[in-house]
T-cell receptor, first 110, second 117 residues
Framework: GQQLNQSPQSMFIQEGEDVSMNCTSS?????WLWYKQEPGEGPVLLIA?????ELTSNGRLTAQFGITRKDSFLNISASIPSDVGIYFC??????????FGDGTTLTVKP | GAVVSQHPSRVICKSGTSVKIECRSL??????MFWYRQFPKKSLMLMAT?????????EQGVEKDKFLINHASLTLSTLTVTSAQPEDSSFYIC?????????????FGPGTRLTVL
């Protein structure tokens, strides 16, 4: 099956710094999704990308769907303590069935 | 946004017992729901696709007789872990795409933590 390589695995940053994480795959996806998961909870959708090359923002978050449809990145600007959590990328070929990356654990020091 | 609930949020059981987990879409209908399993500090692994009115579709390596799925209505899917064993201990999460929305926008439940002693 498809596999997503998500990096970095973890990040320890200072409040106010910018964050960048990415996902790559050997397979083409029709949709890229970015989620945030907090301990003991289900993932929450942050950004959905539907077209190759698409660049979408949601507040301090920006994500892009790679031109080759095999990669995506997520940037968080001016991080704050509540950004702490695990960020997952997910790729979809068929509607609703997602393949998830292994996650990036973000720690923000005040 | 749409709300998906799961019940129970936590369950502890003895080996050999069966455990039922419910996934409900509270303010929308879903003909399809998805069941995921997540180990600590690991990614979500899709187990099966629950289809309202028909049999569930299981991913490779997932035992259908072990993980029974019933999608009884447009707002409820249940996952039953039969004869649970310690290795079944995990975080189980369901998701559902609304019928009327963009299919890719799934909404996840809060998860159920299963501990088998």
């Amino acid at each position: 099956g498809q596999q997503l390589n998500q990096s970095p695995q973890s990040m320890f940053i200072q409040e106010g710094e910018d964050v960048s994480m990415n996902c790559t795959s050997s397979s083409i996806f029709n949709t890229w999704l970015w989620y945030k998961q907090e301990p003991g909870e289900g993932p929450v959708l942050l950004i959905a990308l539907y077209k190759a090359g698409e660049l979408t923002s949601n507040g301090r978050l920006t994500a892009q769907f790679g031109i080759t449809r095999k990669d995506s990145f997520l940037n968080i600007s001016a991080s704050i303590p509540s950004d702490v959590g695990i960020y997952f990328c997910a790729g979809e070929i068929n509607a609703g069935k997602s393949t998830f990356g292994d996650g990036t654990t973000l720690t923000v020091k005040p | 946004g749409a709300v998906v609930s799961q019940h129970p949020s936590r369950v502890i059981c003895k080996s050999g017992t069966s455990v039922k987990i419910e996934c409900r879409s509270l303010d929308f209908q879903a003909t399809t729901m998805f069941w995921y399993r997540q180990f600590p500090k690991k990614s979500l692994m899709l187990m099966a696709t629950s289809n309202e009115g028909s049999k569930a579709t299981y991913e490779q390596g997932v035992e259908k007789d072990k993980f029974l799925i019933n999608h009884a209505s447009l707002t409820l899917s249940t996952l039953t872990v039969t004869s649970a064993q310690p290795e079944d201990s995990s975080f189980y999460i369901c998701s559902a795409p609304p019928l009327s929305g963009v299919l890719q926008e799934q909404f996840f439940g809060p998860g159920t933590r299963l501990t088998v002693l």
